[in-house]
């Protein structure tokens, strides 16, 4: 593949956000998880497939990809979408930006760890430990390349899909994360497992977690090759550790990876999801677009990076609770109008603070998109 | 029963700490959950008890109570706890407290929800939706004397058990805390459903918490006058809310139990945990203690008190990372050593920054307070 010979893309609002030096008058919005549960046609693309099957089969994985998109396009780009049986197609509800259809733990179970999803439970790995397998610095790209070219596959498939109608996303969970999920082989409710063994670990050697910074980076890298032209990098599990812990032990690390990525694609755009670290502000050197969970308030996040008084302040992404789509259309109008009073001429990528869950429906997407691309 | 029948507290140091104005050379210690699924005593109690019955029966409720403290206590404080089987007493591994053992579900099932204890799950209890049972302001006293005047009856028990020979600390859930469990129907990972209850309730009428203050209140006065010297508000919860929303709709109603609660009974000692909260330092003029949950840096939350000028500082409590306790020896006793550094010449209660997990064992629990009791 070479990124040379993709169309370029037409609703490009969230690169341009990304990209131009002063601000944009439209706000660019999508929403983590937006392929998910939460879609009738996802469920039923499921019920006939497997999880694993999904994320590793190109055809299923983009099928699954662009279903927000298709339900949620922007009328004028793609007049295919109109006639789908699932679109919901306005100019006001659209969504400018798709994210792969993969999971968090693609590296892990490239790493030899089994993933299969668990119904009601989520994805369960079998446990490698606190030691997992390492893979030498030379190895780096061929091992990225066999073991997770699937990804890019998919990455490709998409945006040949919807005719680079909107920029695909790719994404990688961080090391911290992929540890947590390693250690713990699977989600937890208190990652108390995984605190305990990164204790131990990083006593032991602090920089344990280095080897899987370049795999990180490597399968960012490939993700945009194959035609994603934003890279979030999620490090969602690490605000449980406290801050100094973070701060010592994670932030070098995350600043390794966006710092490779950059080096090797400088037009890559990179965000950085960090969720609830209780020092954002000390992440806003280095990606060019910084996720902010919903218990932050956007705005005081935004006043601490900008009393840093860097040269460039990134794209903040983000805040709504998710839980707000849960509450009702009122509500839902209600908060991204605050979100909006507080980012007014601000960069901002409106989004979640968190995934949209599965006890969610497509019409709480809708009301949201909307409230974002209206004038409340 | 009345407070001046009550011998006085012989080990007195995790009181002298909050009342005394100067330094107090030593370090008091207790821990979160220190009577629960971590001890095989409590274990075996439990086999044989439903675990409401346990919270309803004042001597098993006080037989609870006193376990980790017969398995901790100061050696010279209490002969008996010596012949004890479970006993491993020294001054050095000497626990400076008893917290009654109850749950903070105790008012949703006096309203009314019925409560177990599902093994592997946690509490559950018959789903409220978002509308509870409203107590009216003339019949708090005589509803918190009928429907939990059975915790009353295991602090009288439990002080009685130990002779006094340190506080009991009876507690109560913090508003917030109760709603979500009363709308979830027990534990959940996100608390999506509590917070998108809330973000309802609190549109229709900011106060719709209010009435249930009075009862919270009543309740940590029951406590304090069958015994107990300090009185912990969980507000264990509300940590998942944004932070302006917490602000604004959750700290005045904690401001106002406290206020209630030191109003009438001014000699009780109220010690506040919000756990992560992301403004601690905004909750530091009205409690006598504060608890750090562990993601917070003690030290940093200690320095934004100070910077408040208030003209009393508050006694933090907390805040070890309870997954220490899980990763060895040698960690506990670096981590500790590091709190006692940041700690030094502070007022502080030595704590965890959340509870003791059914995963740990009483080794663990040792090494903490050990750990703590030893000059490192």
């Given at each position: 593949m070479s990124r040379k010979s993709f169309p370029a893309v037409k609703n490009d609002l969230l690169l341009r956000v990304c990209r131009?030096?002063?601000?944009?008058a439209e706000t660019p919005v999508w929403m983590m998880r937006q392929?998910?549960?939460?879609?009738?046609?996802?469920?039923?693309?499921?019920?006939e497939n497997e999880f694993v099957k999904v994320c590793k089969d190109a055809h299923l994985a983009s099928e699954v990809t662009v279903q927000p998109w298709r339900r949620f396009a922007s009328g004028e780009l793609c007049e295919v979408a109109r006639s789908l049986p699932w679109a919901e197609v306005t100019a006001e509800n659209a969504l400018d930006a798709v994210i792969v259809f993969s999971d968090i733990l693609t590296i892990p179970a490239a790493l030899g760890q089994t993933l299969t999803m668990v119904p009601g439970k989520g994805p369960v790995l079998t446990p490698a430990g606190d030691a997992f397998r390492q893979v030498s610095p030379e190895d780096v790209s061929r091992f990225v390349e066999d073991e997770l070219g699937y990804v890019f596959d998919a990455v490709f498939a998409s945006r040949m899909k919807i005719h680079s109608a909107v920029p695909v996303i790719g994404f990688s969970g961080a090391p911290f994360t992929l540890f947590s999920y390693m250690v713990e082989g699977g989600g937890s409710k208190t990652w108390a497992a995984a605190r305990a063994a990164f204790y131990r670990r990083i006593r032991e050697d602090p920089h344990f977690l280095k080897p899987i910074e370049s795999v990180v980076a490597q399968y960012l890298i490939g993700q945009y090759d194959a035609g994603a032209d934003m890279l979030q990098l999620f490090e969602t599990n690490a605000d449980e550790l406290p801050a100094e812990v973070y701060s010592e032990f994670v932030v070098p690390g995350l600043r390794r990876i966006v710092a490779q990525v950059k080096q090797s694609r400088p037009e890559a755009i990179v965000a950085l999801f960090a969720k609830d670290y209780r020092r954002l502000e000390d992440l806003a050197d280095f990606p060019d677009v910084l996720g902010v969970g919903w218990k932050?308030?956007?705005a005081t996040v935004l006043a601490k990076i900008k009393a840093r008084g860097l040269s460039k302040v990134p794209v903040l992404q983000g805040n709504l609770d998710p839980a707000v789509l849960l509450s009702g259309d009122l509500e839902i109008l209600h908060k991204v109008k605050e979100l909006k009073i507080k980012m007014k001429n601000e960069k901002w990528i409106a989004n979640l603070g968190h995934g949209m869950m599965p006890e969610m429906n497509p019409s709480m997407a809708k009301t949201f998109l909307q409230a974002v691309k209206s004038s409340l």
């Open positions: 131009e030096e002063g601000p944009v392929a998910g549960r939460y879609l009738p046609e996802f469920k039923a693309l499921r019920a932050d308030d956007i």
